[in-house]
């Protein structure tokens, strides 16, 4: 756990914490002692390697569960690792890490999300503050975003539910939504007009590209960004919604809920 997490309520219901480091495999053995089932949900922030805590990382976490005989390793991937895109350094870091763990013993469930839907909420205040939404490429992508509070319970039903043993699952929400219908749902939260501040994609090309003579890893980074702004990213709800018996949130749902109840 991160030392700025929020821990206290799991603290008050029994959870043991452990503020670690993922770059370090004597932390990582140390907080998988004992565990029965482990979760990997982390990700890189700005200025950490992709190869150390996207792909080594995990594949420490693997094998420390390994030695542990832990009975399910749930991973959180990415919709699209599999399609084999060249320019996407953490595509290509998770899918290594799914090959490597279905080639283990440890009992495995991989779980694909979209995208997020909490990715929106800054986008959503800055709408409301100023009425502009900003798009970098095509309008008419779609993307099937997902409730974090969903992917959390569908991650913990995976730790232990046996249909879901050995397998993979792409996760979305339960719409598949337009990137220029996501303004709308803006409109409609907050009852103001909105304009779409919309630049090509080239436009992104050609300012990594000017990164790029400063900054290179900068630049080779921003290749997953560019990918994820370039493609579409949905999936048919209704085999998550069986299997982990499930009423997935539509993406009005979650922003009202968290932007305007919450305190």
Do not use: W
């Not at 319970?153 to 939504?177: H, V």
Request: aromatic share 8%; with cysteine.
């Amino acid at each position: 756990m991160r030392l700025e997490a929020r821990y206290a309520d799991l603290e008050q219901m029994g959870a043991e914490i452990f503020i670690g480091d993922l770059r370090r495999r004597d932390l990582i053995e140390r907080a998988v002692r004992g565990a029965r089932y482990i979760i990997s949900a982390h990700g890189t922030r700005p200025g950490q390697s992709i190869a150390e805590v996207e792909y080594q990382a995990n594949i420490d976490l693997i094998e420390a569960g390994q030695v542990q005989g832990v009975e399910r390793f749930v991973y959180i991937s990415v919709l699209g690792a599999d399609r084999h895109y060249d320019d996407a350094p953490v595509f290509k870091a998770k899918r290594e890490v799914e090959k490597y763990l279905t080639r283990t013993q440890i009992p495995y469930t991989v779980l694909r999300p979209a995208g997020f839907a909490s990715n929106l909420l800054t986008l959503a205040r800055n709408f409301e503050r100023t009425g502009f939404y900003f798009l970098i490429g095509r309008r008419e992508n779609r993307t099937s975003l997902v409730s974090t509070d969903d992917l959390s319970e569908i991650a913990i039903q995976a730790a232990s539910l046996p249909e879901a043993r050995n397998r993979t699952f792409a996760i979305g929400g339960p719409e598949s939504l337009r990137r220029d219908e996501i303004p709308k749902i803006f409109e409609k939260l907050f009852n103001r007009a909105g304009q779409i501040l919309q630049l090509p994609i080239e436009a992104f090309d050609a300012a990594r590209t000017l990164i790029g003579l400063v900054n290179p890893v900068i630049s080779r980074d921003l290749g997953t960004l560019r990918v994820l702004l370039a493609n579409e990213y949905t999936c048919d709800p209704h085999e998550v919604q069986q299997v982990f018996q499930i009423e997935l949130e539509s993406l009005h749902h979650f922003l009202r809920r968290n932007l305007l109840y919450s305190t």
